[in-house]
């Protein structure tokens, strides 16, 4: 019997950052290089980000559609998880290992974590790349210092902007998308717009910047990928 | 008169991530690449770092000491990073750019934002090239996902650890250093100490990974790179 077809392949997830591709990290190039496919959440989808970001790394592997639906439908969701841990445990048991790129980093809001609880779970070995959150890409766009000193930062996704609130932190909404109409007069009511700017696809082609989120102009709708980073303005 | 001799240069703050030089992202190694002179914060302390993770980058370079005291004396603090200014400023003026080499990321708790300020101040371009956050390498190792759905994360140094309580949201404990045996104690009193894990060091040989951070052995002084994570067993 061949030993190798004992051998389990290892899921990576491995972090892409939040668009520029110069911002992959070169653990995630080596990884992505040594696995012979690559797992890609959105391909199906319009966006493609992941998939932008790693393309020029891709010739000659196998890649896997992991898309999943943007649903609040948990049962939905879990469905989809399950399909996709099947679908990467098959290329395991074949003995490839299999590199899941992930927007950002791996551990912050990511589907991958999902994936990987499932697939850990049946027994094989799992491992994160780390890697540059849209946060911080966005802080260094914007010249903002996301904390120093004993300042704390509170990180939350634009969605729980109605929810507790911290004057004194440093705070990030991320993937406001739909919401930051919302998010935008719940700042001004709390007279904090001033101190809020916002980065939109930071890192891709479509790219826009705001140091004042109040001038972003919102009636076209905006991007999913946007981060807001609220920080008083004398402490910048 | 020869143009060049007009053409200042840029300072670059260069996230270089928590200690493993392959975190290190492809835009900081061309970044530091281009630079011919290189500053590092910590070369003449005991830990030399940052100096570790870009050592082989740096033939044929100038490097700057930049080390500034650890001082909770804010004048003397200032006074250090003045003279810092100082020496960046003269390079900048000989048309030279400054790639300055910061630990983690650039926006997280880092003395380059001091540094910028002062620089940028005197009228001199400035950019940061975003990394790695120790927090996110730390989640990578211990196999925790920092957040997920509409989970908010906090981020504090260990020193306010005494502060602020959000029992709902992920927390980072970053640079706890002496701090460790009091913050163990609050997270005890709290009934979280099972929820909570450490990494010391992360990505540096010294590197020590506890998923109980009850079981890590603080009695011969623990690193001032610890990252303690506090998250609900039930919900990593």
Redo the contacts between chains.
């Keep these: 019997m061949d030993p190798s077809a004992c051998a389990k392949g290892v899921l990576y997830?491995v972090?892409v950052?939040p668009g520029?591709?110069?911002?992959?990290?070169?653990?995630a190039?080596?990884v992505i290089g040594e696995c012979p496919v690559v797992a890609v959440p959105d391909i199906g989808s319009g966006r493609q980000t992941a998939y932008s970001i790693v393309r020029s790394l891709l010739e000659g592997k196998r890649v896997i559609d992991c898309s999943t639906p943007m649903s609040r439908d948990r049962a939905r969701a879990a469905e989809s998880y399950d399909r996709i841990a099947d679908d990467i445990c098959a290329v395991l048991d074949a003995g490839e290992s299999v590199a899941y790129a992930t927007l950002g980093?791996?551990?912050?809001?990511?589907t991958f974590?999902?994936i990987?609880d499932r697939v850990?779970g049946r027994g094989y070995a799992?491992?994160?790349?780390?890697?540059?959150?849209s946060f911080?890409?966005s802080?260094?766009k914007l010249?903002?210092?996301?904390?120093?000193?004993?300042?704390?930062?509170?990180?939350?996704?634009g969605?729980?902007a109605g929810?507790?609130f911290?004057p004194?932190?440093t705070r990030v909404y991320l993937k406001s998308g739909s919401r930051l109409e919302k998010l935008r007069a719940d700042l001004a009511e709390r007279g904090e717009l001033d101190d809020a700017s916002m980065v939109s696809d930071c890192g891709l082609p479509t790219e826009a910047v705001f140091p004042r989120f109040a001038e972003a102009d919102l009636s076209q709708g905006a991007s999913y990928f946007s981060t807001v980073i609220v920080k008083r303005r004398g402490r910048r």
Tied chains: 1, 2.
């Excluded at 520029?20 to 653990?27: A, F, G, N, R, V």
């Design positions: 997830g972090s950052g520029d591709p110069e911002l992959l990290t070169l653990k190039v080596r980093d791996a551990s912050v809001y990511s974590s999902y990987r850990a799992t491992e994160v790349v780390p890697g540059v959150t911080c890409a802080a260094a010249g903002v210092s996301l904390c120093d000193g004993a300042e704390r930062l509170v990180v939350e996704p969605t729980a929810g507790g911290s004194d932190a």
